[in-house]
């Protein structure tokens, strides 16, 4: 079998040429990285759990008519996803204020929004992806007005899924990332969510206890990283009912 060309490999993903024109393989690490990759550790299992639980998530938006890049998962690591030009930037949906907004604004974390606040970052590591302004984005051609319109109708429509899916569970969503891509249909432009939903990409605290059950546990050594994936995939139905412990490599449901 000939081996697969690598086009990209960034912090927690791989990407390899897909096997037909204008599709990719997006191969999932263990590898789990905090502040700006300056804390960095290989942690079993994660990436086994990030395919499955964005493959849960995308498949999800999809069925609601939320259009994204996931095609098929292809197997514990790996899932086939169409080709799309990223924009670049992070659109941030926060419902809670966490992380950088708490520090920023000086606000007690897990304090309630008036509503969802949409931000966006540029994404550049070597500068820390900064936050940026709507005026920088059209200035700099990122993206137009209409893009950003519909950016942010997109990241709205994600965020109504996820806080139902996630309260569902017993989990708040304090807030996420998500990126964009531009595909083409013919002359036609569309954007579309790209690279992944996972706990690695959300802020989610259990509704009763405020236990962290995302990358804030690798973050801030709250405890064991995959355990909480493991939660997340637990309660979600992507492991069984009866595991509570993912000591290596999880099993899951295919």
């Not at 299992?45 to 938006?61: A, D, I, Q």
């Not at 973050?219 to 412990?245: C, F, K, M, Q």
């Amino acid at each position: 079998m000939a081996r697969r060309k690598k086009l990209y490999e960034g912090k927690a993903k791989i990407l390899y040429e897909g096997p037909e024109p204008g599709t990719l393989v997006q191969y999932f690490k263990d590898d789990a990285t905090a502040f700006n990759a300056e804390k960095k550790a290989t942690i079993e299992g994660k990436g086994v759990l990030n395919n499955r639980l964005s493959e849960f998530f995308m498949t999800g938006l999809a069925n609601i008519g939320v259009p994204n890049h996931f095609i098929k998962r292809l197997n514990m690591r790996e899932q086939l996803i169409r080709q799309v030009e990223i924009i670049p930037l992070e659109v941030i949906v926060r419902n809670f204020a966490a992380g950088s907004m708490a520090k920023r604004l000086g606000l007690e974390e897990g304090t309630p929004l008036p509503r969802p606040i949409v931000e966006f970052s540029y994404k550049d590591d070597a500068l820390g992806d900064p936050l940026v302004p709507e005026e920088y984005i059209i200035a700099f051609g990122w993206a137009t007005q209409q893009d950003l319109d519909d950016i942010v109708a997109l990241a709205l429509r994600v965020n109504d899924f996820m806080s139902g899916v996630m309260f569902g569970v017993g989990i708040k969503l304090i807030d996420f990332k998500i990126e964009i891509g531009r595909v083409w249909d013919n002359d036609y432009m569309r954007l579309i969510v790209a690279d992944e939903i996972s706990p690695d990409s959300c802020r989610l605290w259990d509704v009763e206890t405020g236990q962290k059950l995302d990358k804030d546990v690798f973050r801030r050594d709250l405890g064991n990283l995959t355990d909480a994936y493991t939660e997340v995939a637990r309660r979600l139905g992507v492991l069984p009912s009866n595991v509570t412990h993912a000591p290596t490599k999880p099993t899951l449901i295919n």
